[in-house]
């Protein structure tokens, strides 16, 4: 069988593709301590509250309504009309329903973006998606049509009391040119949960203006929902700003839900590609969310429910490293926002590939870290000596997989002397 260029470039193995099958058979694995994926919290509170909403749904036809028809292109209508609504009264943005397009998650918004943006133009020439922060998201890694459609700006790092360190844009040393179609960052970041400032933010944004291209932020933990953000920063968006949203770290991965909110231009060619790809996003989703905010609960349980339950698991799982691992074995990136924690080895004798191996055999998944640096053009240590861990366990299965972690460390740095 021969696959086209296409085939080749899509079927190959990838860090998300890992990443997923390792999720798949973790959760098929008892005893496995899942670390590495992005699977949100089962919070109590928000599991009872979407029963209770779907079960009304179900009762009024509206589950059933969502579930037996088709939506546009861009999708629910009801959604962008009342998402659009209340962005316009409590952030203040000068938007319509013509601003916002649904996906099938955020991951197929990601290609269809990056494709729209970057890659052979019409006049033959090729442009690129600039990362101004590394690592990043390794979802974004292999969703470009074209090869090596990306780059990516090394960080500072700044070191910080109590073993944390902090990734910033290394603003001097950051170049645009015109051979960049799109400017790309994630905040919260995943991995590492680092957050831009604002005024780094507005210093992209004012570069993509000057360079007549849009600056995408990938907001999927980020404000003003899900809200898994612990720093003071504020939602930002304009008519040059593509915000990426999602339903998943609600609580609704399974909903496949993502939202584009962009100028219309944009958000008509998305719903062009949509109709072409997918026909329509799926209906649940929105449907759910539409609900939300239309009982005002939306925003008010992403500020009162999930972030005070992620702040708090991420305080208590930095404890329970602390109390296995020293400061000078391991580094954590401050953790300002999203549900993973970013582990620096910053002398591990060994790649954190190798690691990550020795974990999986004793029943610990985590992701390595060389897959989070996608477009960085030269070779950097540091790229082998970082971890992701998820957070969300329980605290006797964090803690289980810490002491396993510890140990594999304890025999690695014995057998380098």
Avoid at 202 to 225: M, R, S, T, V, W
Avoid at 272 to 296: E, K, T, W
Avoid at 353 to 366: D, S
Wanted: proline share 6%; with cysteine; net charge negative.
């Amino acid at each position: 069988m021969h696959f086209s260029q296409f085939g080749n470039k899509f079927t190959r193995q990838t860090g998300i593709s890992r990443l997923m099958e390792d999720m798949g058979a973790g959760l098929r694995t008892p005893g496995t301590v899942m670390l590495g994926g992005g699977n949100p919290a089962k919070i109590p509170q928000m599991d009872e509250y979407f029963q209770q909403l779907l079960e009304e749904m179900h009762q009024s036809g509206t589950l059933t309504e969502a579930l037996c028809n088709y939506d546009g292109p861009r999708g629910k209508d009801k959604l962008l009309e009342s998402l659009a609504a209340t962005l316009r009264q409590r952030q203040g943005w000068d938007i319509s329903a013509k601003n916002i397009a649904l996906t099938n998650g955020s991951q197929s918004a990601f290609f269809y973006l990056f494709n729209l943006f970057a890659g052979k133009q019409a006049d033959g020439t090729t442009r690129k998606v600039l990362f101004p922060l590394t690592p990043e998201y390794l979802g974004y890694a292999d969703a470009g049509l074209e090869e090596d459609l990306f780059i990516a700006a090394r960080p500072a790092i700044r070191h910080l009391p109590e073993g944390q360190f902090k990734y910033h844009i290394d603003m001097d040393n950051l170049t645009v040119d015109d051979n960049i179609g799109l400017i790309c960052v994630s905040r919260p970041t995943n991995p590492t949960g680092n957050v831009i400032t604002d005024a780094e933010v507005l210093e992209l944004d004012k570069l993509a203006q000057q360079h007549n291209i849009p600056l995408l932020i990938d907001n999927a933990y980020g404000l003003p929902f899900p809200g898994i953000i612990f720093t003071d920063v504020n939602a930002v968006w304009n008519q040059n700003i593509i915000l990426c949203m999602s339903l998943s770290k609600l609580g609704l991965p399974g909903a496949r839900c993502g939202i584009i909110i962009a100028s219309q231009q944009t958000i008509t060619a998305l719903g062009n590609m949509n109709g072409i790809i997918s026909l329509a996003p799926g209906s649940v989703g929105p449907a759910i969310a539409h609900q939300m905010i239309c009982r005002n609960d939306l925003l008010e349980l992403s500020e009162q429910v999930i972030k005070p339950y992620y702040r708090h698991k991420v305080a208590e799982t930095i404890a329970l490293i602390r109390r296995h691992i020293p400061e000078e074995r391991c580094l954590i990136h401050k953790p300002e926002g999203a549900i993973f924690l970013w582990l620096w080895f910053h002398e591990l004798p060994v790649t954190t590939e190798t690691l990550y191996h020795r974990l999986k055999a004793r029943g610990v998944l985590m992701v390595p870290g060389h897959f989070f640096f996608p477009g960085l053009q030269d070779e950097w240590a540091h790229t082998h000596q970082c971890m992701r861990m998820n957070y969300v366990p329980d605290n006797a299965e964090i803690e289980r997989a810490v002491i396993i972690l510890a140990e594999e460390l304890d025999k690695l740095y014995s057998l380098a002397g």
